[in-house]
């Protein structure tokens, strides 16, 4: 049995997380072990600060107006999915890219059969990059809403959300951006993009637990977006329906204190760290293993080049080997955690060229070190030798 | 700053945890990590087994037909949801009792509003109580459900659910049962009751964290059931549809491995002393408070007597008074938390009679002593008598 673990799935959720989360958490279960209620006793309104303050480092963090739009959901595909079924309507056209992942997908398939829903998936290239100008081609008159991914989950390529955003605005639909992997490592301003929806999730580069994510919403898109669940809010409890203030509107039953607890303890170790910090340190870390992968002919990159736009995302293929006995091989015998296949974006493949098979997805984190790409350069050379002898 | 802390609001949620909960969360967050995904590394694997695992123990403890059944979800309203606005078509016929939660009402009110849905409320009696006869003369022809709370969050009312399920049966329309307040005190059998949705908390009864709850439902109904949420389910990651199978159907975006894990462990919990145990000590704690009561005249009791069908969540209201400021004055004189006001459920205050203005919830847990029960009544008594001089 190996003892050695390397984690470089980050992006499937960062490991290890920051001490004070698991403290946090801690904390939260011996100390206060309460659910927030207004008006009700001293614990519980601790537990509603809680809340609140994670509303708040969450607001400050994508710079939003105020910590109400701050919805929490339970994880980036629900924050999705209330966007998407909350806003559009029968006959409406919709703009996405062919670099999405299923959360944006398959909701929008599913909205297609049951609202006659138009859509136009704008492609990508082979290195996943988007021209804009391809956007604003597809704009129609009853276009109500662009949503995209702000980096690929399978190449790590960058979608160029400024000049989207801009499209969008220009054009009087709605922006509605997936941050799953970049909220965290890339800087993200709802105010100054101007954005509609930003979606995100707790446990990935914000470092909190899984069950943690949200949306963040405009106070006007908020009013005409509908609800997707609907109960007690602990607000206007002598009503029958759901009362149309944020954040209540969208978050009904008892909230996830515990995982916000450790998400509000995540956000804080990345602003304690500086988010250009981090991100220059995964940049480093990247380079180096793109780097080290040229000096292996056989291995083919799908996605940018190390200085492209991209996060730290990285998928290759072997020409000729199977991605799941390669990321097999390599946890079973070097200990190291990667994910191979389809990675739930399979029109990201397509567009990369790697469906159906898929690819081999290494992902850097913060906790990751120099020594974890080199061991990771050196187990992939070590199985090419095996593998031609 | 007072130190003693009664917390006596475990209808909210239960508190303490039993201690191997925080266990189970924290050797989660520090030896395991890592997201459940299909043909991943071990340790991936692992997380994948912690999520089955607790989905055994969930289909053991409710006797449903299979694990893949029980589908997760972060709390019981997005159950409730997922059940009611899956099921219920335009034009359907639904009924329910008089004494739900704001979790059925405000979908059912949502539902009603945008799919011409027709709603009957079954009136319950000054108790709570539910005469089943009037469920059966509610039946139409185009009645295709009934959904009803186990027992009342307000009074402890348990509603006679083998009762109900029977008639539900008999008509051939759906059983959709609530069960925030009794999983995990009062026996409930999937299968022998032919429940079709049985929507379960994590965090109250079952002793897991919030964040957690879910579903259980049977085959052929979760064939007709939509799911409320697309995206990504690690399976089926070719096609941009949502599987149809269980319980990926149900189950889009990453799971709270980590409240699941302390669900586990919550659950375990309740196996190991026994059901009946736990039963039989909150029901030996809420006969000896509801005595206690009568001795208080002024002190008005909403709900069933002491050996009346109830669980061990008593509402009271002392006449001239404001629960609200007793609650308070509980809480900073004495250090004892309980809930004021109405509970997210104003209809089941209007069948009381307690509506608008609420009433003061006590509700005991496993984890409170006789002691804590005497401690609350000399508590009320006092402030009956400084209220009086």
Redesign the interface.
């Known amino acids: 049995m190996r003892t050695k673990?390397v984690?470089l799935?980050n992006a499937?959720?960062s490991?290890?997380?920051p001490a004070a989360?698991?403290k946090a958490?801690?904390h939260y279960?011996?100390q206060i072990?309460?659910?927030p209620?207004r008006?009700?006793?001293?614990?519980?309104l601790e537990a509603g600060r809680i809340v609140l303050e994670t509303r708040e480092i969450v607001r400050s963090l994508f710079n939003a107006p105020a910590a109400e739009q701050v919805i929490f959901?339970?994880?980036?595909?629900?924050a999705?999915?209330i966007a998407l079924q909350g806003l559009l309507e029968t006959g409406d056209h919709v703009i996405t890219t062919s670099m999405e992942?299923?959360?944006v997908?398959?909701?929008l398939?599913?909205l297609e059969q049951s609202r006659d829903l138009e859509i136009t998936i704008v492609p990508c290239n082979r290195q996943g990059c988007l021209d804009p100008a391809a956007v604003k081609k597809a704009l129609r008159p009853n276009t109500k809403l662009l949503v995209f991914t702000h980096a690929s989950n399978v190449s790590g390529t960058v979608l160029p959300l400024a000049d989207l955003a801009a499209i969008a605005q220009e054009a009087g639909i709605l922006t509605v951006v997936d941050s799953a992997q970049t909220a965290g490592v890339l800087p993200l301003d709802f105010q100054r993009h101007k954005l509609d929806v930003l979606a995100f999730?707790g446990?990935k580069s914000l470092y909190g637990?899984?069950?943690t994510g949200g949306l963040i919403v405009r106070q006007q898109v908020a009013a005409k977006m509908k609800?997707?669940?609907?109960?007690?809010?602990?607000s206007k409890?002598?009503?029958?329906?759901?009362p149309e203030f944020l954040p209540d509107k969208f978050e009904?039953?008892?909230?996830?204190?515990?995982?916000l607890a450790g998400l509000q303890a995540g956000i804080k170790f990345i602003t304690d760290i500086g988010l250009e910090q981090i991100a220059a340190h995964e940049k480093y870390l990247t380079r180096l293993f793109i780097a080290g992968l040229a000096e292996l002919p056989q291995i083919k990159l799908h996605g940018p080049a190390a200085d492209g736009n991209r996060i730290s995302t990285v998928s290759i293929t072997i020409p000729g080997q199977d991605a799941?006995t390669l990321?097999?091989r390599?946890?079973?015998e070097y200990g190291i955690?990667?994910?191979?296949?389809?990675?739930?974006?399979?029109?990201a493949h397509k567009t990369l060229g790697t469906?159906?098979k898929g690819t081999l997805r290494f992902s850097f984190g913060y906790f990751n070190s120099e020594h974890d790409v080199l061991y990771a350069l050196k187990a992939l050379k070590n199985l090419l030798i095996k593998t031609a002898s």
């Open positions: 673990q984690f799935d499937a959720t490991k290890p997380k989360v698991a958490i801690m279960l011996s072990g309460t659910s209620g008006g009700g006793y001293n614990l519980s959901t339970p994880n980036v595909t629900y999705l999915n992942h299923n959360s997908i398959r909701p398939r599913a999730t446990h637990p899984p069950g609800p997707l669940i609907f109960g007690g809010t602990g409890s002598d009503h029958e329906y759901q009904a039953g008892t909230t996830n204190t515990v995982g799941g990321a097999y390599l946890d079973v955690m990667v994910r191979s296949g389809l990675h739930c974006a399979p029109l469906f159906p």
